[in-house]
């Protein structure tokens, strides 16, 4: 008999008679057959499924050769996982493997159900991001088949990575299969990266064309349609402002240019932020403030680039957003909220490392390249020490490279004791990386300089994790609004810029404090100030400008 899955921190557990009762209600019971597909691999609607009898297998590329049995639901247990709520096509296949039955709840009924019930809504939500983590961690899901040392490959397995999206690879210069793939699928190895999903295989899509195959694109607003509030950046301070503004009424939508969670969705582990004494991941964050912004009614647009900022021609919009591909988004009020990017390693050749070898982020697809790999992680700010921990944490040989003597200074004192206790964790202060070294476009020596010093030393090093300060994502705005001289944008102490209308908040802002939580509140506070705006309780700026206040008192 086949294994049911362990329930893996709360992945799969198994609903009470109460609880299936609850569900029953808005459900309908049909009963099932050995060898019944109940949901295809890239099939987009489908219902909550419940197993009442029998036995139910989950499997990847089930209608393969190289199927492969995941692991079993049995009785009381519930299927799917989080892309059932995000709308995206099922990344697997669950098969009868022993007659029985099933409950079929429509997923706005489950909804409906679960928000009545918050303990059994928690349950639920819980478990289907845990599902995802886990099939991302199976390397099961959409594949991608290409060359390590193609740009676009490196481009299609981040943009799926920061979306959290289950992805396996086939490197078409180690894979011995790779060739025979080819030629199954009838494309030459200059065709390539592939993007094959379901039964959909695509030669390199851009991301907007990644999106729509796994369920991410947007759908298209009607003619003349004006929103309340368009916020550009969906980091925590954009997701939050956008559950906040939908949930008090306001017509919301929030675009990024990458994926929601933003630079936080990258962190392993995120252990000081307030509710969640274990820690959260920030990709779980990400998932749970996504769920939230759909339910409350908030559009979410991913990958939809914002590339300019105007005043609104049209009637009832005060400004617009233009987006790349020649759109443009009319609102009442616009929010601010695109953060900062990692910068850039300063050192001779990084192009031909980057993305096989030099990374900006340490998101589980790239940690788990790394087990038992001597690695090197570059900075001395939270971002870097959630990295080393979560890097030594998975068996790699970790080196992490401050510029300066004091982790304490820019990082949280939870962090630096933990770094500073763990066996596989080696602390160099003072220290900068000066060269990269490899063969074969394999990184495999890492060459370091202590500062005032020419003293060098040789790391060997699969991978490179830098973290390193940020710039803000600010060239899309054109002058719009007021910056700072290093680029940030200025605001007073409501978030307000310089323009009538224009709102800014989190990390994009002149003065904040870089941590998640601080984002939250930033988002929240400009959903208040954007209701003041609206109902014209905020008076207009003076002159064009606002009073730098006391948001703007250093970085």
Known sequence: MTAEFPDV??????????????????????????????????????????????????????TTAGRRLLGAHGPGRFLDEIGLINRQPAFVSTVVLEDGAVLAVPVEVMHRVAGRNPALGDLIVRALIRRRELLVGNVAGVHV?????????????????????????????????AEAMLCRLGVGPGRTPLLICGQETLHNPSNAECAAAIGLAPVADPPGHVYDLIVVGAGPAGLAAGVYGACEGLDTVVLDTVAAGGQAATSPLIENYLGFPAG??????????????????????VPRPAVGLAAGPAAGATHVVHVEGGDALPGRAVLIATGARYRRLDVPGLAEFEGHGVYYAATFMETRMCRREPVVVVGGGNSAGQAALS????????????????????????????????????????????????????????????????????????????FIGADPCTGWLGGAVELDEQGFVRTDAGLRTSCAGVFAAGDVRSGAIRRVAAAVGDGALAVRQVHRYLTGEDSPPVDGHRSPGPANAGR
């Open 9 to 62: 921190a709360g992945a799969f557990p198994r609903l009470g008679d109460d609880q299936l009762e609850l569900l029953a209600r808005g459900g309908k019971r049909r009963p099932t057959a050995r060898g019944e597909v109940l949901i295809a691999e890239g099939r987009r609607d489908r219902d909550f499924l419940v197993v009442l009898d029998g036995l139910v297998g989950v499997y990847e590329q089930y």
């Open 145 to 177: 088949v290409g060359s390590r040392f193609t740009p676009d490959t490196a481009r299609l397995r981040e943009f799926l990575a920061r979306n959290r999206v289950p992805c396996t690879w086939t490197d078409v210069e180690d894979d011995a299969d």
């Open 280 to 301: 959260i991941s920030g990709a779980e964050l990400a998932d749970r403030a996504m769920v939230q912004a759909d339910k409350f009614g908030a559009a979410l647009h």
């Open 391 to 466: 890097l030594a944490e998975r068996g790699a040989s970790v080196r992490l490279v401050v510029r300066h003597d004091d982790l304490g200074r820019d990082m949280s004192r939870y962090l630096v004791e933990q770094l500073e206790q763990h066996p596989a964790v080696d602390v160099f202060r003072h220290a900068r990386v000066c060269a990269l070294d490899g063969a074969d476009g394999r990184l495999g020596t890492v060459v370091v300089e202590r500062v005032g010093s020419a003293a060098r030393e040789r790391l060997p090093a699969t991978r490179v994790f830098a």
